[in-house]
């Protein structure tokens, strides 16, 4: 089973959409990411404001920057 993420971001970001768009077709085959909007807390705002989207592993902690691919999202979570 996949580790849980955490995708930060915010409304209104292209970017965040479109890494939700990638992150699809892994979360219909079971993956688990619960959506962060960093503009909810000063302190996410101050520390992903300029590298949003990120996805987080719940698990280890681990960040993956954007740009990311499905193939790159598969790798990071082995």
Do not use: K
């Amino acid at each position: 089973m996949p580790p849980e993420c955490q995708l930060f971001s915010t409304l209104g970001c292209h970017l965040c959409e479109v890494a939700e768009a990638e992150l699809m077709p892994l979360v219909e085959h079971g993956l688990l990411v619960e959506l962060i909007d960093i503009a909810e807390s000063e302190a996410m705002n101050d520390a992903y404001g300029l590298r949003i989207p990120v996805l987080r592993r719940t698990d280890t902690g681990a960040e993956l920057d954007w740009p990311f691919d499905t193939g790159q999202v598969v790798m990071f979570l082995r």
